[in-house]
């Protein structure tokens, strides 16, 4: 059964999420940095009445910085009680992919992308990365258990 | 189960809850009654009531082996009560263990694990408090019935009739005496106190059930007391002043209505409330029940209110700036301002939870240690009727549990000992706490034991012996040093001050103290604000953010004279320079670095909160101070914004998150390390 993701864009590559796991998206406005926080967080932002930290997509897979744009996105996605935005630098897409669709990535990119990108979906000429929401926020053991 | 249990359960865990508390309280008032070998009735009756109720509603929800603990407690109470109210000491620590084994698997049952079954000798032991036990199961199958009106069975649980019942099986007569007061008996001394102390010798009174309503004469009230009793009516009658008393038996043909009583007087209206609260069951009135979640959101809803306002105020300002007339509009603001003022106070309040409540089970701590160290001792609660933010009071009750439990471990001497120090043989941990202004309260805990050995903790931890009890406590908050100092002292771990300092002082951002006097004992003090979720706070602006501090946590805000600045040597131009204030020399910390956005200024800026951390003054300099306001405090609950010296965030009303900062906290976390790191990551986009 094929499912909804939410598509988007970091550094020039396109990238997915199971809409499933996306509560919405914002534009981005700016985010209030937090003194100590790890390097990967661009700081906190505020959606809907809730404090959200957000992850930098550029810094969390060691793109350089670039300009925040009109088209920059907040992905807010929940994770179990947790609620984290991503922030990346463009979404504009959803699309259904269904299982088949789905590669397990090469075994180099695997290695490389530090377990980032669980599949990639290869759609005539584009290539979608369906990324692992859980470890790009980090803190995996708090989802663990 | 057609019933869905899931949707039963916190209903019934909160009440259960509950009881089990007033249970706790009334057992340990017994204990106390039966080491001084004397009767307390109400406490048997009381307990007896919270049982009952236990196992009725663990009963609904079909945990069986609950019902079957409390059955046998209740059972043995009911041989107390036979024996107007007088427990005997063995019988204590069963019914403890019953009560701890009820709590067990109430607990087990809310944690969604399987309730564990119930322990063969518990229930032996039990049993064994029942005296009548071989005859009672056929006593059970006999045939007497009772004859009660409608009126007065309504008003009976049936724990009452099967009491009644089983007095009939055992040969006692079951009777309804009623005792009508007068003016001239209550200045005799007979009131409806003293009749029942006089029948409680004569019979078991099962229940007293006043009766309203108009009579034959001009009295308008009748006490009917169910009894249960082999004496005769005329003693009986004799004991409540003779007629108009009269005895109906509740065995047999169904009693009168409402008897006529002759005389012509004002019921004795002191007994009259009493037996009326008695009668009233345990529920207080007016007091309602409602789940913390809901406070919870009123306040959510409230939060948004008051951001809300914050926007409006910005709007206005705008508009005024503009040259709009906007005076009007700046009234209805001030006045919407002090509503919500009054409605903040309004939902605290709803939130606010007695001390006293709070501390309810802190005897029980204390005689659980009693057993467990051997030691004597008793817990004197001096708190009053003070009251706490149901989510201070949450947190600070661990940080309570740690020291007296702490106080038992460590700082209380064996008898022996005490004896030989020319001590009472018992010693005594008081808690006490009394309401300061200023929105925080102030809570000791102290003992009259041996005191901290200063000595013999440095030297457990390897440092000089500290000068001050504020290097002292510091040093004893040092994690997993143990204040256990002294080798004879027998119980095991060191409990961990680190963890009271942490709940006091990080998370409540209270304050806490030590003063500790050898052979004379130790007091600890403890400050932590009312209320941690809607504060007044300073705005102020550091490195181009805007950033919020509690007012509380700051002593004083000064202005920074550069050209009165020293520097000590040693420090490069990293380090902390010193400010003088009022003739004191205090530490000047700039702010910015400890935030990470040190852009390279020469010079602090202009303004300075002065807070203490670890007792002593120390500024942070800022650079502009923007208003005084009050904010909703938002807990920074993801990992990977949980960081040491940030409270939470809240809104200012430009829907942008701005931090609230625990600046001792982040002092002590960051003193070191901002120096080191310089210079500074430039964190995130603003």
């Known amino acids: 059964m094929s499912t909804l993701h939410v598509v988007f864009k970091v550094a020039g590559a396109e990238y997915a999420i199971p809409a499933s796991e996306v509560l919405q998206m914002e534009s981005f406005t700016g985010a209030t940095p937090v003194p100590g926080a790890p390097p990967h967080v661009a700081g906190l932002v505020q959606v809907r009445g809730r404090v959200v930290p957000v992850v930098d997509a550029r810094a969390r897979f060691g793109m350089p910085a670039a300009e925040r744009t009109l088209d920059s996105r907040v992905v807010v996605g929940q994770l179990g009680t947790r609620t984290v935005g991503l922030l990346v630098d463009s979404a504009r897409e959803v699309m259904k992919l269904a299982p088949e669709q789905l590669q397990p990535p090469p075994p180099l990119v695997a290695e490389q992308a530090r377990g980032f990108v669980k599949a990639v979906a290869q759609l005539g000429p584009r290539l979608v990365m369906l990324i692992d929401f859980s470890r790009v926020i980090g803190e995996e053991k708090v989802h663990a258990d | ?686």
Not at chain 2, 36 to 63: C, N, W, Y
Not at chain 2, 321 to 331: F, I, K, N, S, W
Not at chain 2, 364 to 372: D, E, K
Not at chain 2, 663 to 674: F, I
Request: neutral net charge; contains cysteine.
């Open chain 2, 1 to 686: 189960m057609s019933v869905d249990l899931a949707d039963f359960l916190p209903a019934y865990l909160t009440e259960v809850e509950e009881l089990l508390g007033a249970a706790n309280t009334h057992l340990l008032a017994l204990e106390t009654a039966a080491r001084q070998r004397s009767a307390s009735p109400r406490h048997v009756r009381e307990l007896f009531r919270a049982l009952h109720t236990i196992k009725g509603l663990s009963a609904m929800i079909d945990v069986e082996t609950i019902v079957s603990i409390a059955h046998w407690m209740e059972t043995a109470l009911r041989q107390a009560d036979h024996a107007g109210g007088r427990l005997p000491e063995s019988s204590i620590e069963p019914l403890m263990e019953g009560l701890r084994a009820i709590e067990q698997r109430v607990r087990q049952l809310a944690l969604g694990k399987p309730i564990a079954e119930v322990p063969r000798a518990l229930l032996e032991r039990l049993e064994a408090l029942d005296l009548n036990a071989p005859g009672r199961a056929s006593t059970q199958t006999a045939s007497a019935r009772l004859e009660l009106e409608p009126t007065l069975a309504a008003k009976l649980s049936t724990s009452e009739q099967e009491q009644l019942l089983a007095g009939v099986n055992g040969g006692r007569r079951a009777i309804r005496l009623d005792y009508v007061p007068s003016a001239e008996r209550a200045a005799a001394g007979l009131t409806i106190n003293t009749v029942r102390e006089r029948l409680g010798k004569l019979a078991e009174i099962v229940k007293v059930i006043p009766v309203a309503g108009p009579t034959s004469g001009a009295g308008n009230l009748t006490f009917a007391l169910l009894l249960l009793t082999s004496t005769e009516d005329a003693v009986l009658l004799e004991a409540v002043g003779g007629p108009p008393a009269k005895v109906t038996p509740l065995s047999s043909v169904p009693a009168e209505p409402a008897p006529a009583p002759a005389a012509s007087a004002l019921p004795d209206e002191s007994s009259l409330f009493e037996e009326e609260r008695a009668a009233a069951e345990p529920r207080r009135a007016g007091v309602l029940r409602v789940e913390v979640s809901r406070l919870d959101e009123a306040l959510e809803r409230l939060a948004a209110l008051v951001v809300n306002r914050s926007k409006l105020a910005r709007a206005v300002a705008e508009l005024t700036a503009a040259g709009a007339p906007t005076r009007e509009l700046v009234q209805v603001l001030q006045e919407n301002a002090r509503q919500l003022r009054d409605l903040r106070a309004a939902i605290l309040h709803l939130r606010m939870v007695r001390v006293g409540d709070v501390l309810e089970r802190m005897p029980l701590l204390l005689r659980g240690l009693r057993r467990t160290t051997g030691k004597q001792a008793r817990l004197v609660m001096d708190v009053g009727d003070a009251e706490l933010d149901k989510a201070v009071a949450d947190r600070l009750l661990p940080a309570l549990v740690h020291l007296v439990r702490n106080a038992m471990d460590h700082a209380l001497e064996r008898p022996d000992e005490r004896r030989a120090a020319g001590k009472p043989e018992e010693g005594v941990v008081r808690l006490a706490c009394h309401a300061r202004t200023s929105g925080r309260l102030e809570l000791t805990v102290s003992d009259d034991g041996r005191g901290v050995d200063v000595a013999a903790v440095a030297a457990r931890a390897g440092v000089p012996v500290p000068g001050s009890s504020a290097e002292l406590l510091e040093l004893l908050c040092r994690p997993g040093l143990s204040t256990r100092a002294s080798a004879n002292a027998t119980s095991g771990r060191g409990m961990g001050m680190d963890i009271v300092k942490r709940i006091i002082v990080d998370q409540l951002g209270g304050e806490l103290s030590l003063e500790t006097q050898p052979g004379k004992g130790t007091t600890f003090s403890l400050c932590v604000p009312l209320t941690i979720t809607i504060l007044d706070a300073f705005v102020f602006e550091c490195a181009a953010l805007r950033y919020a501090v509690p007012v509380s946590a700051v002593e004083e805000i000064i202005e920074v004279d550069t050209a009165h600045l020293v520097r000590p040597p040693g420090l490069g131009d990293g380090g902390v320079t010193l400010v003088e204030r009022r003739g004191q020399a205090v530490p000047l910390v700039r702010l910015e670095r400890l935030l990470q956005r040190d852009d390279g200024r020469a010079a602090p800026g202009p303004k300075a909160f002065v807070v203490r951390q670890r007792g002593t003054p120390v500024a942070f300099a800022v650079d502009r101070l923007l208003g005084q306001q009050e904010i909703v405090l938002r807990p920074l609950e993801d990992p990977l914004v949980q960081v040491p010296g940030v409270a939470g965030a809240t809104d200012l009303g430009d829907g942008q998150p701005t931090l609230v900062l625990d600046l001792p906290a982040l002092g002590a976390a960051r003193g070191g390390a901002a120096r080191a790191e310089r210079p500074a990551q430039r964190g995130g986009v603003a």
